[in-house]
């Protein structure tokens, strides 16, 4: 991270580049017992969320990786009653998954409180559909919650966390997905954010190893743009419990009774198709 009077710059060592939004300053930062996190208003992208220097969202492009993390998933599975939000404090992704009149009941397990406190006062249109009776919030460890869970109890996991550093390392290993697949019903779907293709093509590589390690039957990931991520191109990875993930309910996405900006059947078929170094280096695994 790089700061200075007018700019915020992410430096991605990995990728040899860097990022960088102008700003006209700093409207909070808080060190809590996880992490630190800070709210920036820029010129052009709005409010900007940043946890341990690393860019979490912007007002402006955060629906294109909320929409991308809830709808692809919830299409896949014939019939999402029950879902599990791993993560996710902002409550972008819950916002879309509520949009969906089948889902029965959504549990949101966030390690920190703060970041959803935060999204309320800074990021309030993610957090409109915080008060929806089906919505259920527990703030603690996601992996533990994961480990108590019954067994064949939710139909899709969504796992919306930070980058396989810090407090979200444990959410990328074998033990965890096995916890996952265990707390699926039949025909359940996982998904997770992956990283961005370009420049973290080992993590994809062990993420869908230790998937398929952990018992999932079938590994699909998924790319689409966000800017604000490195590279500006981001991905999903989903694993399905006794099911294929490359057909979706696609006239249901089609008819969706509620609006949405980035996702639509189309853009779904779309992420379904990888370029060759991606499809090459995956098939390698």
Not at 59 to 83: G, K, Q
Not at 192 to 221: K, V
């Amino acid at each position: 991270m790089k700061l200075d009077k007018h700019w915020f710059t992410e430096i991605c060592e990995e990728g040899g580049s860097a990022f960088s939004l102008k700003i006209r300053g700093k409207l909070h930062e808080e060190r809590t017992p996880y992490q630190t996190i800070a709210i920036y208003e820029t010129e052009d992208f709005g409010n900007l969320m940043v946890i341990d220097g690393f860019i979490m969202l912007s007002s402006r492009d955060n629906f294109l990786y909320h929409e991308m993390m809830a709808h692809p998933a919830l299409f896949t599975h014939d019939r999402p009653r029950r879902v599990l939000i791993i993560g996710g404090g902002d409550c972008g992704t819950l916002r879309e998954v509520l949009r969906h009149a089948e889902v029965e009941q959504v549990w949101q397990v966030e390690i920190d409180e703060r970041v959803t406190r935060l999204a309320e006062t800074y990021f309030p249109e993610l957090c409109e559909a915080n008060d929806d009776p089906r919505a259920h919030f527990h703030f603690g460890d996601g992996i533990q919650w994961v480990r108590d869970a019954a067994a064949e109890h939710y139909d899709v996991i969504i796992v919306d966390s930070t980058d396989p550093i810090g407090p979200a390392e444990g959410l990328f290993t074998e033990p965890f997905y096995r916890d996952c697949h265990r707390a699926l019903a039949p025909g359940g779907v996982l998904v997770q954010q992956s990283e961005s293709p370009l420049y973290h093509l080992d993590i994809i590589r062990g993420m869908r190893r230790a998937m398929a390690g952990a018992g999932f039957d079938d590994q699909l990931t998924l790319t689409f743009p966000q800017c604000v991520y490195p590279s500006g191109w981001w991905t999903a990875t989903m694993a399905g419990k006794g099911r294929s993930l490359t057909r979706f309910r696609e006239d249901d996405a089609a008819r969706r009774p509620f609006p949405t900006r980035y996702y639509n059947e189309a853009t779904h078929r779309a992420a379904l198709a990888q370029p060759p170094f991606l499809s090459e280096a995956l098939a390698r695994e």
